[in-house]
């Protein structure tokens, strides 16, 4: 990477941007999404944020920590415990609620807001952890290649961004349900993943600072991603009560994310 990792890491970051804005532009198209659709690209994103987390973020970082040992999973361990924390303490302070929550309950602290500003935010705390996992996944590969492919995180960003597709769907339809016209629903639907290039920047401009932190940063940004995987997309996938769709769309995802990057890591 000849400009360094911050440059590709915006880049990669405004891509997955463009996409979960195609993904979101569906709403001109339909009147509604097809819910075993929705189900199952839920279950998708899943797949592809939990097989990304381990191939792309755990994998190499447990390789990075060789040094340590016997006791090389400690770094990689408590990058994960602190990402998990991170995300619980703002998960508890924002306030937003999940497409799949009961009418007049949501999380965080109590204001004063519509319920479409409640959803965008729910959908831009998703899309944080994903820009984080870019940035740290190109600093990593800019510092460390001997432990990380130089397109490994072609790999992650192809992967996220492949997700967001069905992931700005997901998000605009229900903006538009809770009485948002198709422009302003479009426009909260894309704008949740601007989020994703702002923290792939941070993401690659912190770990490029703390190069010895490595498989610190990179477990946190795989417990970032876990934890959304878990407190969101899962429940929400499931919330039809058709298990059988959204595992079928895990396990592509899974497996999708996989094949990319063994290919090209």
Do not use: C
Request: hydrophobic share 50%; aromatic share 16%; net charge negative.
């Amino acid at each position: 990477m000849e400009y360094g990792p911050v440059v590709p890491a915006f880049l990669a970051g405004v891509m997955t941007w463009a996409l979960t804005a195609l993904g979101a532009s569906t709403v001109f198209l339909f009147k509604s999404a097809p819910t075993k659709l929705n189900y199952l690209t839920l279950g998708f994103a899943a797949g592809v944020m939990t097989s990304a987390s381990f191939w792309s973020l755990i994998l190499p970082a447990l390789e990075m920590s060789e040094t340590f040992h016997e006791f090389k999973w400690l770094p990689v361990s408590l990058g994960f415990v602190i990402g998990v924390f991170f995300l619980r303490i703002v998960d508890y302070f924002l306030p937003h609620i999940h497409p799949y929550f009961k009418e007049g309950s949501y999380e965080g602290l109590r204001v004063d807001l519509k319920k479409y500003t409640l959803l965008f935010l729910a959908m831009t705390l998703h899309n944080i952890p994903e820009g984080l996992a870019i940035g740290v996944s190109y600093a990593a590969s800019f510092l460390d290649p001997s432990n990380l492919s130089h397109y490994s995180p072609y790999a992650l960003a192809f992967g996220i961004g492949l997700q967001n597709l069905p992931e700005g769907m997901a998000v605009t339809f229900p903006l538009r349900k809770s009485g948002l016209s198709n422009f302003r629903s479009f426009l909260y639907g894309q704008f949740s993943g601007a989020v994703e290039p702002v923290f792939a920047l941070i993401g690659a401009i912190a770990t490029s600072f703390f190069s010895s932190a490595l498989p610190y940063v990179m477990g946190f940004a795989a417990g970032t991603m876990i934890y959304v995987v878990i407190e969101d997309l899962i429940p929400e996938s499931q919330s039809g009560g058709n298990t059988d769709i959204p595992t079928l769309g895990f396990m592509t995802g899974f497996l999708l994310m996989m094949i990319l990057d063994l290919s090209l890591g």
